[in-house]
T-cell receptor, first 112, second 116 residues
């Protein structure tokens, strides 16, 4: 069975600093997709960044980047120059075909 | 079109009653998903439609749950004889075929169910 583990229920970062959120997953498949979604309080989930497993290069979207370690089945999210608006729940997700599995989430607090 | 719309946003019901949630996806999206999210957990997959066809159902979807997507447009999720364990946020998401399975899911704001 495919599982996604986020080992940090809560994280805190000072505004303008960098924070890394961890995610590991378990799968026997070789072709899949990985995502990080953000869920602000009382608002819908939005995509932050995605990574195709066949690509070795780590994805980057502005201040957000990932460290994808396929052999270790690790997919961490780095947020640089953290902003107050980054405060939210962050979910790591793994997708194969139409099956998308989410981790339990990490609540990120940004301190001014 | 402003995104995926879900109604009602919050439903409080007594145990044993039936409830129905509606999801209106983004108009050009032919794929529609239902997820359930309990407090402190990530979303759990319930079911998936491609156009009007329900192609996948999770084992979480007991026989008290039924989902439909007539004409491939909006979808409804009905829960019969609700139980307190059904209390959760029910999320709807939609996507287009473009981008394949790397494609983004667009989520609604969810319908929160509280069963007393």
């Amino acid at each position: 069975a495919q599982t996604v583990t986020q080992s940090q229920p809560e994280m805190s970062v000072q505004e303008a600093e960098t924070v890394t959120l961890s995610c590991t997953y378990d799968t026997s498949e070789s072709d899949y997709y990985l995502f990080w979604y953000k869920q602000p309080p009382s608002r819908q989930m939005i995509l932050v960044i995605r990574q195709e497993a066949y690509k070795q290069q780590n994805a980057t979207e502005n201040r957000f980047s990932v460290n994808f370690q396929k052999a270790a089945k690790s997919f961490s999210l780095k947020i640089s120059d953290s902003q107050l608006g980054d405060a939210a729940m962050y979910f790591c997700a793994y997708r194969i075909l139409n099956d998308m599995r989410f981790g339990a989430g990490t609540r990120l607090t940004v301190k001014p | 079109d402003t995104g995926v719309s879900q109604n009602p946003r919050h439903k409080i019901t007594k145990r044993g009653q039936n409830v129905t949630f509606r999801c209106d996806p983004i108009s050009e999206h032919n794929r529609l998903y239902w997820y359930r999210q309990t407090l402190g957990q990530g979303p759990e997959f319930l079911t998936y439609f491609q156009n009007e066809a329900q192609l996948e159902k999770s084992r979480l979807l007991s026989d008290r749950f039924s989902a439909e997507r007539p004409k491939g447009s909006f979808s409804t999720l009905e829960i019969q004889r609700t139980e307190q364990g059904d209390s959760a946020m029910y999320l709807c998401a939609s996507s287009t075929p473009s981008g394949g399975f790397a494609g983004e899911l667009f989520f609604g704001e969810g319908s929160r169910l509280t069963v007393l």
